[in-house]
Nanobody, 123 residues
Framework: VQLQASGGGLVQAGGSLRLSCAASGLTFGIHTIGWFRQAPGKEREFVAAISRSGDTTLYADSVKGRFTISRDNAKNTVILEMDNLKPEDTAVYYC?????????????????WGQGTLVTVSS
């Protein structure tokens, strides 16, 4: 199983980024996909997750209203649209997958993890 996160970069506060998570080696449509992030010196935290069918989403309070998660099961891809970015959103963002309807917000519930993509938001 491979999860490839991409789309990170440097953006000014108030800007937007679009992260992608491309999955291979698994039956994508039966897996919940989640995004997590880890800032320097901090623990990993939940960001957003989407159920295997895409009909249910879950967001951390800190990103609700600013981030949108979606998926395209035909392309084995999950997208995280991030708007109105803030400096506190700076972190390495990871996508993760677990078999099941979902969505799930706890990291230990996920079986597969990607390598991460760095998002830096300047003030």
């Amino acid at each position: 199983v491979q999860l490839q996160a991409s789309g990170g970069g440097l953006v000014q506060a108030g800007g937007s980024l679009r992260l992608s998570c491309a999955a291979s080696g698994l039956t994508f449509g039966i897996h919940t996909i989640g995004w997590f992030r880890q800032a320097p010196g901090k623990e990993r935290e939940f960001v957003a997750a989407i159920s295997r069918s895409g009909d249910t989403t879950l967001y951390a309070d800190s990103v609700k209203g600013r981030f949108t998660i979606s998926r395209d099961n035909a392309k084995n891809t999950v997208i995280l649209e991030m708007d109105n970015l803030k400096p506190e959103d700076t972190a390495v963002y990871y996508c993760a997958a677990v078999r099941g309807r979902g969505p799930f917000s706890r990291g230990p519930e996920y079986d597969y993890w990607g390598q991460g993509t760095l998002v830096t938001v300047s003030s």
